[in-house]
């Protein structure tokens, strides 16, 4: 029986969330990055659902039970870096309601970024959650796609084309896989991601699927925004595509000098009861997190601060992995 990615907004059971560990990474950011996650991981677990802090030593066990409350449960487990929607597996569902953790190969975002642990990270978070797991035979990563649920997949050229993941694949292998692994059957190509984005351009930074048939966007909130082409192109694609557009300000540029960094609200994590909204000291942070609100009326949205996390390479979606409730 197929197996598909169901919407993100489909009713959870529990949600991995990873938690900063390397000094050598996060350097003098590293105990700032461990108190925003904590705040994001106590957020979702005040409302009732079951939260999983993922860490990897006593050292980090330690100083997250001094962060989060008494909600959230800590599992140790292998990784290299907190990006457990790259580095974790995909749930996906059949129509009987069985579920499989689906993984894929892993190479650092096209040999930037491999470390040690990476890749033992699906297979051991697949057995702490008593799910089976198969991995796939080509590289993917979860940040890379966006599902409403229907059958539909949301991508980008610049990361799925690029010959650093899958060289030998053609665009029309790639789609195959995906009809394949992860149970899509149309497919909206998106072009380039955002500017500063070492991931190479992925989904969840850009667009996100917000409902059936429904997709959110940026738009740019001054003239210096650096991706307003980006957002304008992903605007465009999606209408033509049949896709009813919503729009989300841009916190606008963020960086030092002219190095800029890929600060995004759409990085937001969907939640049973709360959407968390990446916030970063901008002056649309509180029109963000309100339009992002809009988006999901059955849900509170929370916007907590997120620069530190983003210093990193990426915020609250990318270093988080939901499993679905398997529904009979």
């Not at 990897?56 to 066990?61: G, I, P, V």
């Not at 300000?249 to 990085?267: F, K, R």
């Not at 942070?285 to 929370?302: K, N, S, T, Y």
């Not at 990193?312 to 270093?319: D, L, P």
Request: proline share 5%; net charge negative; glycine share 12%.
């Amino acid at each position: 029986m197929a197996f598909r990615m169901p919407a993100e907004w489909a009713r959870q059971d529990w949600i991995w969330i990873g938690f900063p560990a390397h000094g050598d990474l996060w350097e003098e950011n590293l105990a700032t990055a461990q108190e925003q996650m904590a705040a994001f991981a106590n957020a979702v677990a005040e409302t009732g659902q079951q939260v999983r802090l993922v860490v990897r030593d006593a050292a980090t066990q330690m100083r997250a039970k001094d962060l989060v409350s008494g909600a959230v449960a800590i599992e140790r487990h292998p990784y290299g870096d907190i990006w457990i929607r790259d580095t974790g597996p995909l749930t996906v569902v059949n129509a009987s309601g069985e579920r499989r953790a689906q993984g894929f190969g892993f190479n650092g975002w096209g040999g930037k970024y491999l470390l040690e642990g990476d890749r033992d990270t699906g297979p051991s978070l697949a057995q702490a959650g008593g799910l089976p797991y198969t991995r796939a035979d080509w590289i993917l990563e979860g940040g890379a796609v966006e599902s409403d649920g229907t059958g539909l997949v949301v991508t980008t050229e610049q990361c799925l084309l690029n010959p650093n993941r899958n060289p030998a694949l053609s665009r029309e292998d790639i789609w195959a896989n995906l009809q394949r692994d992860l149970g899509f059957d149309r497919i909206l190509w998106l072009g380039e991601g955002l500017a500063g984005d070492h991931t190479d351009g992925h989904v969840d930074n850009l667009a996100r699927m917000v409902g059936e048939g429904v997709i959110a966007i940026p738009r740019a909130t001054a003239p210096d925004d650096p991706n307003t082409g980006v957002f304008d192109d992903a605007r465009a694609r999606a209408q033509n595509f049949g896709l009813e557009v919503r729009d989300v300000p841009s916190p606008g540029w963020m960086g030092e000098e002219d190095e800029v960094e890929p600060a995004s609200y759409m990085n937001f994590a969907i939640c049973n009861e709360v959407v968390v909204v990446p916030t970063y000291g901008s002056v649309h942070d509180d029109e963000a997190v309100a339009a992002i609100g809009d988006l999901f009326p059955g849900r509170a949205a929370v916007g907590l601060r997120a620069d530190a996390v983003l210093t990193g390479g990426g915020s609250f979606h990318c270093a988080s992995q939901h499993v679905p409730k398997a529904v009979r």
